[in-house]
């Protein structure tokens, strides 16, 4: 059984920084791409930001500049460092991760149940 678990969410000012982290444990053989989405009241789920497992980034253009992730592949974690956070990028944010475990020869996507983003004064 293979889990995502998000941390690092909260409430922060407008201008602030909060640091995401998402670790996937399980019976896992490999680990390619993770990601970040996230949902605001009332809007579909949006992409923000992934990362291959070469380490080759993209991010969506509301937070170019602002967010950074990265990974550590010997922990199995990957982190989203978003800092000048506007009360726009208020969601409850999700981890994803393309990975390949022992009881199957493909690889699936794992999705984490989301940590609270709130960027408001």
């Known amino acids: 059984q293979v889990q995502l678990v998000e941390s690092g969410g909260g409430l922060v000012q407008p201008g602030g920084s909060l640091r995401l982290s998402c670790v996937a444990s399980?019976?896992?053989?490999?680990?390619?791409?993770m990601g970040w989405s996230r949902q605001a009241p009332g809007k579909q789920r949006e992409s923000v930001a992934g990362?291959?497992?070469?380490?080759?980034?993209d991010y969506a253009d509301s937070v170019k500049g602002r967010f950074t992730i990265s990974r550590d592949n010997a922990k199995n974690t990957v982190y989203l460092q978003m800092n000048s956070l506007k009360p726009e990028d208020t969601a409850v944010y999700y981890c994803?991760?393309?990975?390949?475990?022992?009881?199957?020869?493909?690889?699936?996507?794992?999705w984490g149940q989301g940590t609270q983003v709130t960027v408001s004064s």
């Open positions: 990362i291959t497992g070469g380490s080759n980034t």
């Open positions: 994803n991760a393309r990975l390949r475990t022992a009881r199957s020869s493909y690889y699936n996507d794992y």
């Open positions: 399980g019976s896992i053989l490999n680990i390619d791409a």
